[in-house]
């Protein structure tokens, strides 16, 4: 069974960055089968995705946070990261990591962590 999980601070100072870490089991992120995304919900609002990478290390992000947004990734643990710098209060949110598979659009996401929850206050 593939399992997402999202772990990082809970709260963020304005102008500082925000960093999280997905750690997927019973899953190869080196597969080409498969893409690893970032993606986050404000409250009251719908989801906004945020950024992809694939198998190889290639990223894309949205074009709203690309200046601010990168993704990285560490295969040897499994795991991806988001940063996310100079954020805002407007960057409070739940942030989630899911998994995507195929090449059809809108992309399908097998597989969902269960999200974290990040502040923006001072």
């Known amino acids: 069974q593939v399992q997402l999980q999202e772990s990082g601070p809970g709260l963020v100072k304005p102008s500082q960055t925000l960093s999280l870490t997905c750690t997927v089991s019973g899953g190869s992120m080196t597969s080409s089968a498969y893409r690893w995304n970032w993606i986050r919900q404000p409250p009251g609002k719908g989801l906004e995705w945020m950024g992809v990478?694939?198998?190889?290390?290639?990223?894309y992000y949205s074009p709203s946070l690309k200046s601010r947004t990168s993704i990285s990734r560490d295969t040897s643990k499994n795991q991806f990261s988001l940063q996310l710098n100079s954020v805002t209060p407007e960057d409070t949110a739940v942030y989630y990591c899911?998994?995507?598979?195929?090449?059809?659009?809108?992309?399908?996401?097998?597989?969902w962590g269960q999200g974290a929850r990040v502040t923006v206050s001072s």
């Open positions: 990478i694939d198998n190889d290390g290639n990223t």
């Open positions: 899911a998994r995507e598979v195929g090449n059809d659009r809108p992309p399908p996401y097998d597989y």
